[in-house]
């Protein structure tokens, strides 16, 4: 005996509740994206401080210095040995002073040390800086893992 | 005259939802392959001298140097402060708040007191953030911070 379908009669469902929760989704997505998280190298690990509190404003005249414990600088997307940083900052400095209304003194650059970098290194990088006329420093540091004891 | 709706009632109107879930599923797999969790980053300010203005001012606290010394492997092997050997951190930070005078509150600004750094070169970059942290203030109990000094500089780096 032949089984015969009512083609004629549709099933349907209602879509409602997976459209909200989706939409809900993409939300939540969008919100944590940030996008000032680029330019922050994956591979510097950053030393922890309890004192770490977000950054308020982000000045546009930063200039950020990534310090790896291979013994380089990450400036700009480019990857230079501690020595030829000099170079690179003399020519952020042409950059800024070129710019309208750039001034050496305010810009502020800001280093992210990876936390096994000897801190000659930094105090290296923060002569060079000063050689090439910046004045404002800032060292990072992230705030500490809920499982990490504070100090 | 009773106007009639040209709406058939029992013909409900519908349109095709393809092309929106499939934008919102693309949004979903852009949104979820960009994101990551990085923790909360902030900032320690460093006062390197160029111009020192500061010893003009004769109410500003003295300098405290604090000396950080390393193993061959880099770990913290000593602090001192101001020639005054410390046992750790905690220590550290309680000479810090003699010296910036006690029972300081979380509304105010900082001592204007100011320290020294002076580290081994192979120190490794870790010990010096929690110094700086160690001097810089303490979270109180409320979770707020309470702060001590700001003024951090460093001593020329010892070679290495």
Do not use: W
């Amino acid at each position: 005996m032949a089984h015969k379908i009512d083609t004629s009669h549709k099933l349907k469902f209602d879509m409602t509740p997976m459209i909200d929760c989706t939409f809900q989704l993409v939300i939540f997505f969008m919100l944590t994206l940030n996008y000032s998280m680029e330019e922050q190298d994956e591979r510097i690990k950053l030393p922890s401080s309890e004192l770490a509190k977000p950054v308020e404003a982000m000045a546009e005249t930063n200039i950020m210095l990534q310090l790896t414990k291979e013994g380089t600088v990450l400036v700009g997307g480019d990857e230079v040995p501690v020595p030829g940083l000099r170079s690179v900052l003399d020519r952020e400095r042409q950059a800024l002073v070129s710019r309208k209304g750039g001034n050496v003194r305010d810009a502020t650059i800001v280093i992210r040390g990876d936390a096994a970098v000897p801190t000659g290194t930094v105090q290296e990088v923060i002569q060079m800086a000063q050689k090439a006329q910046f004045e404002k420093f800032v060292l990072r540091a992230r705030e500490p893992l809920a499982q990490e004891a504070p100090q | 005259m009773k106007i009639k709706s040209h709406l058939d009632t029992n013909e409900r109107l519908e349109f095709d939802m393809t092309p929106m879930i499939d934008c919102v599923f693309q949004l979903i797999i852009f949104f979820m392959l960009t994101l990551r969790y990085t923790a909360v980053e902030g900032d320690f300010n460093i006062k390197m001298p160029i111009a020192t203005d500061a010893a003009a001012n004769p109410d500003a606290l003295p300098t405290i140097r604090v000396r950080l010394t390393a193993a061959p492997d880099g770990r913290l092997s000593g602090i001192q402060f101001s020639d005054r050997p410390v046992a750790n951190f905690a220590e550290l930070r309680q000479l810090v708040m003699d010296y910036v005078g006690g029972g300081r509150t979380p509304d105010q600004a900082d001592s204007g007191g100011e320290v020294e750094f002076d580290c081994d070169y192979r120190l490794k970059y870790q010990y010096t953030i929690a110094a700086i942290t160690a001097v810089s203030g303490q979270v109180g109990p409320g979770g707020q911070i309470v702060r001590l000094v700001e003024k951090i500089n460093f001593a020329p780096p010892r070679p290495e």
